[in-house]
């Protein structure tokens, strides 16, 4: 059989896809006898964006995801300390007043029912923020975050708030509730700060979840946990309401399973805070719509400076130049 270079690589993603979806499956620790429903697995198996099409279809309801999650939380999170706080009883008290608006005919947004979950240094009403620290153990915020609240306005169902290293200063490593450990080899950094959200991700059991990015730490535990994150545009998300760590550098940026599905979150945390000092006035864009345009005529710049420079005349074979 022929095959040219197209048909070779789509074959060998495919087997690599095959194989580390084998690991990752048997890295997760062993299930209890008869604690595994596989209506939930396959439920917390879909996409942010398949969930959400199920919804809008009446295939499932808001209550069925929010029940699944939570029954994969009850036995994963013990082994993986994903979640510092698991609300469930308000995430299905959440879930049956979206399905009611549903049912009405009221839907809020492609978000309307679906189960995430929100890093723990970011305020919620009503429900403890802690970030990873003892110092805060008892801290009960009386309002939400500008982010929390537009994702919550959105119709996100609040499933609980995830672990990360303390105070969002370092790898995941350190946290008052131990360590997020990595799903696909418990043994293995989360990556961070942002642990506990790429590990519960990773694990299906939220459909998006949100982290913080100084210096990487949304980056670290998506590429550690095989998921999505995204460093936004400084100033395009609010960072009122949640715990600083460096003001000029800090981000809240989206983590999701696939791309699709982190531009569908992307799409209701942006907005402009006239109270948070480093947010910047922003035209209203669809991220989700923005995936679909052609790319022929994106270019890729790298700036040459003086160091840049030597280094391309040092390796001329890596770093061809026209003549």
Same mark, same amino acid.
């Given at each position: ?70 029954? /994969? ?22 879930? /049956? ?52 609240? /537009? ?173």
């Amino acid at each position: 059989m022929h095959l040219d270079r197209r048909s070779f690589t789509l074959m060998a993603a495919a087997t690599a896809g095959a194989i580390a979806t084998r690991g990752h499956a048997e890295a997760l620790p062993d299930l209890p006898t008869g604690q595994k429903p596989a209506e939930t697995t396959d439920l917390t198996q879909l996409t942010l964006a398949e969930a959400s099409a199920k919804i809008r279809s009446r295939e499932v309801t808001s209550l069925q995801l929010t029940d699944a999650c939570l029954a /994969r939380i009850a036995i994963y999170n013990p082994k993986l300390d994903a979640f510092i706080t698991v609300a469930a009883d308000q995430a299905r008290a959440q879930a /049956r007043a979206l399905d009611a608006e549903l049912k009405a005919g009221k839907p809020r947004s492609a978000l309307h029912g679906i189960p995430i979950a929100l890093k723990d240094n970011i305020d919620t009403a009503n429900l403890r923020t802690t970030g990873a620290s003892a110092v805060f153990i008892d801290n009960v915020p009386t309002t939400d975050a500008p982010v929390a609240a /537009r994702l919550k306005e959105a119709g996100a169902v609040l499933i609980g708030k995830t672990n990360l290293h303390e105070f969002a200063m370092g790898a995941g490593e350190s946290s008052y509730w131990g360590p997020a450990r990595n799903p696909w080899a418990l043994d293995h950094n989360t990556g961070g700060s942002s642990s506990g959200s790429g590990a519960a991700l990773s694990a299906d059991l939220c459909y998006g979840a949100l982290g913080t990015d100084t210096a990487g730490s949304v980056r670290f535990p998506a590429n550690f946990c095989g998921i999505v994150g995204l460093k936004v545009t400084y100033g395009l998300v609010p960072i009122r309401g949640i715990m600083p760590l460096t003001l000029s550098l800090d981000t809240c940026g989206p983590m999701a399973r696939t791309v699709e599905d982190t531009a569908m979150l992307l799409n209701h945390m942006t907005c402009y805070d006239n109270l948070d000092i480093t947010s910047v006035p922003h035209e209203k864009e669809d991220y989700v719509a923005a995936l679909k345009q052609p790319v022929s005529r994106l270019r890729i710049g790298l700036p040459i400076a003086a160091s840049t420079g030597s280094i391309l005349r040092s390796w001329p074979r890596c770093w061809p130049r026209s003549k």
